[in-house]
């Protein structure tokens, strides 16, 4: 069975500043898909970032990037210069590929991540 | 990207009444669609996925005659809590993917209060 863990339970950034929240799986599938989710206090649920396990290169939104180390199964987001309204929830969630005949998702604990002024 | 929209996005109910929760995909039709449930400060616990034109597959542990799951359309999902109880209490959030395979998109979510 699939695992998503998120070793951080919380954490705080000033301002302007970067940080990193990390995600590993465990997975014994080669073809998947991977997740950050952020959930501010409205509790809506927001798509930051996807990743195909396929694609070698990190996928990129804006402040948002990832670091997809398949063979370590880590898979860790960067926000680059933080701003008051990235406090959030962040949620890493895995999903297999649609061939598996199944595709929800398996979530991570989430980190909550607090950005200082 | 796509929208799912929920209602109603706060409900309370006195214990033993049933409540009616709908989640609709406004800008795309999907077959289907899932249903969470999460407690505070918690991650989202996946109740069922829910099918069109079909039944509801429920995750272990999650009694399918206390949560009734209806997807009658390609653009409408909902999920009843029969005979309700304080324990019901929660905040119930759906999704539903573009596509087989595809990204969830996710309602604003539906607060349950059982008195």
């Known amino acids: 069975a699939q695992t998503v863990t998120q070793s951080q339970p919380e954490m705080s950034v000033q301002e302007a500043e970067t940080v990193t929240l990390s995600c590993t799986y465990d997975?014994?599938?080669?073809?998947?898909?991977l997740f950050w989710y952020k959930q501010p206090p409205s509790r809506q649920m927001i798509l930051v970032i996807r990743q195909e396990a396929y694609k070698q290169q990190n996928a990129t939104e804006n402040r948002f990037s990832v670091n997809f180390q398949k063979a370590a199964k880590s898979f860790s987001l960067k926000i680059s210069d933080s701003q008051l309204g990235d406090t959030a929830m962040y949620f890493c969630a895995f999903m297999k590929h649609a061939y598996s005949g199944t595709y929800k998702y398996i979530f991570g604990t989430g980190t909550r991540l607090k950005v200082l002024a | 990207g796509a929208v799912v929209s929920q209602h109603p996005s706060r409900v309370i109910c006195k214990s033993g009444t049933s409540v009616k929760i709908e989640c609709r995909s406004l800008d795309f039709q999907a077959t289907t669609m899932f249903w969470y449930r999460q407690f505070p400060k918690k991650s989202l616990m996946l109740m069922a996925t829910?099918?069109?034109?079909?039944?509801?597959?429920?995750e272990q542990g999650v009694e399918k005659d206390k949560f009734l799951i209806n997807h009658a359309s390609l653009t409408l999902s909902t999920l009843t809590v029969t005979s309700a109880h304080p324990e019901d209490s929660s905040f119930y959030i759906c999704?539903?993917?573009?596509?087989?395979?595809?990204?969830?998109?996710f309602g604003p979510g539906t607060r349950l209060l059982v008195l």
């Open positions: 999704s539903a993917p573009t596509g087989v395979g595809e990204t969830q998109y």
């Open positions: 829910s099918n069109e034109g079909s039944k509801a597959t429920y």
């Open positions: 997975t014994s599938e080669s073809n998947y898909y």
